[in-house]
Nanobody, 117 residues
Framework: VQLAESGGGLVQPGGSLSLSCAASGFTFNSHYMAWVRQAPGKGLEWLSDMANGGKTNTADSVKGRFTISRDNAKNTLYLQRNSLKPEDTALYYC????????????WGQGTQVTVSS
């Protein structure tokens, strides 16, 4: 199993950035997939997840600004992030949900996003 995030970088406050997570080594469309982040000096923060059938859940802290999506044909998970704030600066991970109950058994290496002017 491999998960590879991409799309991170430096963005100005108010800007937008889309992250991608390329999955391989397992049947992608059989699993919930999630985005999780870790800000400097803080713990992991769950952001959003998406079932293979399309049902999504998003944390209240980012609802309305972050949108999760997936392309099962491309084995890819996405996170569109708009109206970015400095507090969105973090290492962003995608993760595979083992059971559908937010127990994550595989993680990507993370992609760094820095929101700063």
């Amino acid at each position: 199993v491999q998960l590879a995030e991409s799309g991170g970088g430096l963005v100005q406050p108010g800007g937008s950035l889309s992250l991608s997570c390329a999955a391989s080594g397992f049947t992608f469309n059989s699993h919930y997939m999630a985005w999780v982040r870790q800000a400097p000096g803080k713990g992991l923060e769950w952001l959003s997840d998406m079932a293979n059938g399309g049902k999504t859940n998003t944390a209240d802290s980012v609802k309305g600004r972050f949108t999760i999506s997936r392309d099962n044909a491309k084995n890819t998970l996405y996170l569109q992030r708009n109206s970015l704030k400095p507090e969105d600066t973090a290492l962003y991970y995608c993760a595979r949900d083992m059971t559908g109950w937010r127990i994550y058994d595989y993680w990507g290496q993370g992609t760094q996003v820095t929101v700063s002017s």
